[in-house]
């Protein structure tokens, strides 16, 4: 075991530092979006399962739980799954994005080509202070050299064989352990005196054969809507305002407070006040003042 381990780190450092996935850490599980289309068909492949073992093998490819079947089911029958095929999240990339970039580039190049031919290069490294060599290394137009393969990756002589590999799929395939996580099945089998691998072990297999994935119900959150207020008949909604008033002495103030029926003209409303106002002055005054209003 040390030696191979030794042969294999020998090998990895002779070639040059590339980054090799670590097997034991598992990838960051992204959300996947289950169109319409894409339900009706999972539904019809369930329905034309029969072989035993083959329900779950199709839940354990997907992602998937029964209760998320069962769901989809009631929704088919139901006729919803219709209303689900608009497409969400981000809108799709303009095409031409790319083509744009690559174009403003190339521009930039023969632009930069352009000043070196005109001015020459070793003027201008001169005048700014820059090796010539530094220029043609960032500038250059030949593609670099291809870096070397890295040789195959070493065989682990502990790994399980491919016999064993396809027994702990049937076992997490099955009906009995089909809607639970690794580590409750290698729970489950240790009580009853049976090891076929190890947790990261089954993640492993689980990931070779692409059945890992996120399979819980992911909380979906509509976008918010302000709220209206409609007066569709008087009386209805209200809308009121207060201002301060300055009065004639210091320190003296005047509220101003103003309500209105948002469901009736506002000149309506303005024409009605006046007339009211004017009344109560009138009443106010007195017969006296109105009379030496008109009779100076």
């Not at 209303?83 to 303009?94: S, T």
């Not at 521009?107 to 001169?126: E, I, K, P, S, W």
């Not at 990756?153 to 076992?171: C, I, S, Y």
């Not at 076929?196 to 976008?223: D, K, N």
Request: glycine share 6%; charged share 25%; hydrophobic share 35%.
């Amino acid at each position: 075991m040390t030696t191979t381990l030794q042969g294999a780190e020998s090998s990895v450092h002779a070639g040059p530092m590339a980054e090799v996935p670590d097997p034991e850490v598992p990838e960051r599980a992204k959300r996947r979006r289950f169109t319409a289309s894409d339900k009706l068909a999972i539904l019809d492949e369930l329905d034309q399962a029969t072989e035993p073992g083959a329900k779950g093998a199709i839940l354990r490819r997907e992602g998937l739980y029964t209760s998320h079947i069962v769901d989809w089911r009631r929704a088919r029958d139901a006729g919803a799954l219709e209303a689900l095929g608009r497409p969400r999240g981000r809108k799709p990339a303009n095409p031409l994005a790319g083509e744009v970039e690559r174009l403003q580039r190339e521009n930039a190049r023969l632009r930069g080509r352009l000043d070196t031919a005109m001015v020459g290069v070793a003027a201008a490294c001169q005048a700014t202070g820059r090796s010539r060599a530094s220029h043609y290394r960032h500038h250059r137009s030949s593609p670099p050299p291809p870096r070397p393969t890295p040789g195959p990756p070493q065989p682990q002589p502990r790994a399980l064989a491919a016999a064993e590999r396809q027994a702990l799929l049937d076992v997490l395939h099955s009906e009995r352990f089909v809607d639970q996580a690794p580590a409750q099945v290698y729970a489950t089998l240790l009580d009853e005196g049976s090891y076929l691998a190890s947790i990261a072990t089954m993640y492993r297999v689980l990931r070779a054969a692409g059945e890992v994935a996120e399979r819980r119900r992911q909380a979906t959150h509509p976008p918010t809507v302000k709220p209206e207020l409609v007066a569709d008949a008087p009386n209805r909604v209200w809308s009121w305002d207060i201002t301060k008033l300055l009065g004639p002495a210091k320190w003296t103030y005047y509220y101003l407070s103003v309500i209105l029926d948002i469901s009736e003209p506002l000149r309506g409303r303005l024409d009605d006040r006046r007339t009211r106002v004017r009344s109560t002055c009138r009443a106010a005054a007195g017969p006296d003042h109105h009379q030496a209003a008109h009779h100076p």
